[in-house]
């Protein structure tokens, strides 16, 4: 038995469903069907409602050719069409790679090649903003309101595919954090299912089922659609904004009665003197996708009586812990979820245990571990090999455990960058700059900053017929025309060797 085994609720139900993920709402459809499960922008989404619109749309995409193995990219902001495209594809057996809608240009055309969708279906803002890139080989499917969706089938009948949970892929994202680059990270139905399943149990166990939750998060990471989910699992409802915006997320709190709200800590640090006023209906505040700072926890429990929990998972990973709502421990990241194992092993070869209180990379095992890294639905062995090995997930990530079993966030062995919570792959960055008819070389890293994690910068060998002849702002332009916000470069320095 594990050291942090005395944290967990008692009479923990970890028998996980072996079924598709369309499964939670197919569920839900049944038994509370005409029951609210979305709230967005005042008007409500029964799971009646969505459940409909999933089979539409998978009757849309049968008609369409599409079938079991093929792929579909979505490119939206949060809208409650992101259910039943997402829950529609999962039906058929068509796996989904979610796009951040913020990706863009060279970006943008990068990951669709690694997907190769038969559709991409978006929306009318991200499709002028990237009309050359999305219209030049692929079909594009703009879908801007439910009646858009609906227009596409009036019926709902589906041939449901014989979908083998553990081994068929229902998404793919795109941030290969442990190998520093971009390329896709399949899950297949049950990791997603045992993942969210194993997560909502325990938090179920600690506040109950029933619960609003607040989605701000974007669905398109990891973070907001494991929010999703969850809540479909314990038959909550959500409360959904197209994106975070402070004002609407205090009108929310109050409006919708809100008692769960997950957001990085930048956003609770932002709203402290709010909620220091007016707690609203929350129970639980959960962070992560960033360290939180440990004084930031602290007057949330202290001060505001709230509990402000971090979490911490990967692309690769999913979800790995979760911190006890009564468990006053601030900078921790908590303990392994049930049913995930995990060792802290030596930097150095990964091969041998550390002891308690010594630093180490952090390595996993669990039933929702990727498949794999790969592109256009294959595995590519040799890259996912870089990162699993013997069953064990590598994370990059370096962690202490303390004589109770809770983890310490400590910093990282891979080469990954967090702006403002995003993702930031430096190779990916290093490849665009590289490709200037000047560059001989780059290497891009990133300054620390408490308020927005790192300020990325590049170091530049120039080839010496351009020596002197290219300026910082030209390559800056050059990189940052072709990137999304957060993933911009904001420093240049010029240097004679790496």
Not at 314 to 328: D, R
Not at 330 to 337: N, Q, T
Not at 354 to 370: A, D, F, T
Not at 379 to 406: C, P, Q, S
Request: net charge neutral.
């Amino acid at each position: 038995m594990s050291i942090w085994s005395k944290f967990y609720p008692k009479d923990l139900d970890l028998k996980i469903p072996e079924e598709p993920a369309y499964y939670f709402l197919e569920k839900a459809s049944k038994e509370k069907g005409d029951s609210t499960f979305l709230v967005y922008e005042n008007k409500e989404y029964t799971y009646n409602n969505l459940y409909s619109l999933s089979r539409r749309f998978s009757n849309y995409l049968q008609q369409e050719g599409l079938k079991k193995g093929d792929a579909i990219a979505l490119i939206m902001y949060n809208s409650p069409l992101v259910i039943p495209i997402i829950f529609g594809s999962f039906i058929i057996g068509v796996r989904v790679a979610l796009i951040d809608p913020l990706t863009s240009g060279k970006d943008l055309e990068y990951q669709l090649s690694l997907t190769n969708p038969k559709i991409i279906v978006t929306e009318d803002e991200i499709l002028k903003r990237e009309r050359e890139i999305l219209s030049s080989r692929y079909k594009v499917l703009s879908l801007n309101s439910e009646s858009d969706l609906s227009r596409l089938s009036a019926s709902e009948e589906v041939t449901y595919a014989k979908v083998n949970p553990r081994e068929d892929i229902a998404v793919s994202m795109h941030y290969a954090g442990i190998i520093g680059r971009t390329y896709e990270v399949y899950h297949t139905h049950f990791g997603l299912i045992a993942s969210n399943y194993v997560s909502t149990s325990v938090r179920s166990k600690e506040i109950g089922e029933g619960n609003t939750i607040l989605i701000s998060l974007p669905i398109a990471h990891i973070f907001g659609l494991n929010a999703l989910l969850g809540s479909m699992i314990e038959k909550g409802k959500v409360v959904l904004l197209r994106r975070y915006d402070k004002d609407r997320v205090l009108e929310s709190l109050d409006k919708y009665k809100v008692n769960i709200w997950p957001a990085p800590p930048l956003v609770f640090k932002e709203v402290y003197d709010n909620l220091k006023k007016e707690k609203f209906s929350l129970k639980l505040c959960i962070t992560g996708a960033a360290p939180v700072p440990p004084e930031l926890q602290k007057i949330y429990f202290e001060e505001l009586g709230l509990p402000l929990v971090q979490v911490y998972g990967l692309t690769e990973g999913l979800a790995v812990t979760y911190q006890p709502s009564n468990l006053k421990v601030y900078g921790s990241v908590g303990i392994p979820l049930p049913t995930v194992e995990i060792k802290l092993v030596d930097k150095e070869t990964g091969t041998r245990e550390v002891p308690i209180g010594q630093e180490g990379e952090l390595i996993v095992k669990s039933p929702w571990n990727m498949k794999g890294y790969g592109s256009n639905g294959v595995i590519d062995l040799n890259e996912t090999n870089k990162a699993i090995r013997n069953g064990w997930l590598y994370t990059g990530d370096i962690f202490v455990m303390d004589h109770n079993g809770l983890l310490y966030f400590k910093g990282l062995k891979k080469r990954f960058l967090k702006y403002k919570a995003y993702p930031i792959l430096p190779r990916d960055l290093e490849i665009i700059l590289e490709s200037h008819p000047a560059v001989k070389k780059a290497y891009v890293d990133g300054e620390l900053d408490p308020e927005v994690g790192h300020r990325v910068f590049a170091k530049v060998v120039l080839k010496d017929e351009y020596k002197g002849k290219v300026s910082e702002e030209e390559l800056l332009n050059y990189v940052n025309e072709k990137v999304a916000f957060y993933k911009k470069i904001r420093k240049i320095i010029f240097v004679d060797s790496l």
